[in-house]
Nanobody
Framework: QVRLVESGGGLVQAGGSLRRSCAAS????????MAWYRQAPGKQRDLVAR???????NYADSVKGRFTISRDNAKNTVYLQMNGLKPEDTAVYYC???????????WGQGTQVTVSS
């Protein structure tokens, strides 16, 4: 029932920026913690950034100071602003939601982000 639709992936040069969006439906968005994960070939899926229902955030050490997660509850959308991109940021990025009431996780479709040097 929960649907997470991602947009904003693509190819960017090192040092550039991308803005990812993830629009949610079928859930009480404002109650849910939202997150972005990424997975590079041969590696596990790792947390990139997380934002709680009240706006508290945390980030992977590798992206601190460069990435910003935010949410717009009126639009049922979570964002990931990625600045100062590096080739090592290349991965498939996934939007994630944990339903506050059920504990059920939902995932976006995954979108490739490729950073060229």
């Amino acid at each position: 029932q929960v649907r997470l639709v991602e947009s904003g992936g693509g190819l960017v040069q090192a040092g550039g920026s991308l803005r990812r969006s993830c629009a949610a439906s079928g859930t009480i968005f404002r109650d849910n913690a939202m997150a972005w994960y990424r997975q590079a070939p041969g590696k596990q899926r790792d947390l990139v950034a997380r934002i709680t229902s009240v706006g508290s955030t945390n980030y992977a050490d590798s992206v601190k100071g460069r990435f910003t997660i935010s949410r717009d509850n009126a639009k049922n959308t979570v964002y990931l602003q990625m600045n100062g991109l590096k080739p090592e940021d290349t991965a498939v990025y996934y939007c994630n939601s944990i339903d506050y009431w059920s504990g059920f996780p939902s995932w976006g479709q995954g979108t490739q982000v490729t950073v060229s040097s």
